[in-house]
Each structure stands twice: as C-alpha cells, then as structure tokens.
C-alpha cells in the first residue's frame, strides 16, 4: 500500500507574529503506524521542501514516543524535508491520502484547490481518506459530483470549539473547525476535549485532535486491510 501524507506549508499564526505549521504528533504517530504496516509513505506540501512545525507541538509537555522517535529517525527527518509539491501528485498513485493538523491547514491547504482536487478524485475513485485535528477543515471547499458539500450528511468530527478556546485561538484562527463542518451540513460530533474519537463515515474517516491521530491511522489501515483481504 502507498499513502500520501499532506502537510501544510503555512507558518504564521494568524497576525499574532507567533509561528505555526503541522502538528508533529499528528505526523509521527501516523507515520509510524503506516510503516509497521508495510506501507509505503509519501511527504508532500504546497510548496514542497520542509513544510513548518508548530514550535508547541514539540515542547516538552506535547512529546510522545512517536514524536521522539521521528525527531530522531534520520529517514523519516530526510522525508519531511523532500516533501513534493501537492500540484505534481498524482492521486491516481496512491491508495490512501491522510491528512494532519495544525493550525497551519487552516489557512493553505483549506483554500488550495490542488488539495481540494485530491480529495475529491481520491474518494471518487474508491480510495479512502483520513484528517485529524485541525485538518477536517481542509474539506470546506470540496464538493460532492453534484456540487453540494462533500460533508454534507456525512458523519464527521474535528478539532473542537472547547479546544479552539482551550488554547485560546478562537478570535485568531480563519474559521472554527466545529463551525464549519456543522456549517457545511455535516453531522458532527465530539468527545471531551483532548480524548480521542474518529468517526469513519464510508471512505471518509476524521479525527478530532491529536490523541485521535493514531486511531485516525489505525482505521485508515483497518479500512484498507480489509478490503484487501
């Protein structure tokens, strides 16, 4: 199997003059579920080359295993920063695309049309894929073949609202993810703030924060294996 993880090249929280970018967790765990399972994992980005890491997202208190790991995997560290540039993907290539957060998505790759094509095609052709975190906002421009809203019925979920002011963002963030897909005619839901829940409604499967990145992967594997199978 041949995945396409796509990263957000944005790195500016808004006017705040702080940085922003992927969400590292959201990264590391899901690439490692991935690789244990065999698969072959492509990086790519807007504008290719080393896509920006939130700063927090690799503090002290938001390490994980995983994310040590990556910070200290020569291979993985060199892949991330050759990412390509999402306008040379071929979508047709890959059997599965997923998606991480950060507050970066926001702003790039929830207006890119190259990222809203990709998902489009990959769903129409039968293919799954998985978004985290702040990364179900990418869907706000994406459309069904009839024009209506891809998550439009579909059971979905994201980063919170409770969570957006948990990390008081709400008055900075281009939109509220909550918001939007509710906005958009989608069924969301939601858990306690920073436990993890994915929802998987067909070949579309989201997660609502970082926890849920590696349960995020885990369907996404499941979901592929059994249709193999």
């Not at 993880?5 to 003059?17: A, I």
């Not at 059997?95 to 095609?121: C, K, Q």
């Not at 459309?143 to 900075?172: S, Y």
Request: glycine share 10%.
């Amino acid at each position: 199997m041949k995945v396409l993880v796509v990263l957000t090249s944005h790195d500016q929280l808004g006017d705040t003059g702080r940085k922003t970018g992927f969400w590292l967790e959201e990264l590391a765990a899901p690439y490692y579920r991935f690789k244990n399972a065999g698969w072959d994992v492509q990086l790519a980005s807007p504008l290719g080359g080393q896509p920006p890491l939130d700063p927090v997202s690799n503090e002290e208190s938001a390490q994980t295993d995983d994310t040590r790991r990556f910070e200290a995997d020569a291979e993985a560290t060199a892949a991330l920063a050759n990412t390509v540039r999402l306008d040379s993907v071929d979508a047709g290539a890959f059997d599965a695309v997923f998606y991480p957060g950060g507050h970066g998505p926001l702003w790039d790759l929830a207006e890119d049309e190259n990222s809203a094509r990709l998902i489009e095609t990959t769903l129409r052709s039968g293919k799954p894929v998985a978004l985290v975190c702040h990364a179900p906002g990418v869907l706000r421009h994406t459309t069904q073949e009839d024009g209506t809203p891809l998550v439009r019925g579909k059971e979905v979920t994201g980063f919170a609202n409770t969570e957006e002011a948990g990390v008081q963002l709400t008055d900075v963030v281009p939109f509220l993810v909550e918001d939007e897909l509710t906005k958009l005619g989608g069924s969301y839901s939601k858990v306690a703030d920073w436990q993890p829940h994915v929802v998987q409604d067909g070949l579309l499967i989201t997660g609502q924060n970082p926890a849920s990145s590696a349960p995020a992967a885990d369907a996404l594997i499941a979901l592929l294996e059994k249709r193999a199978g």
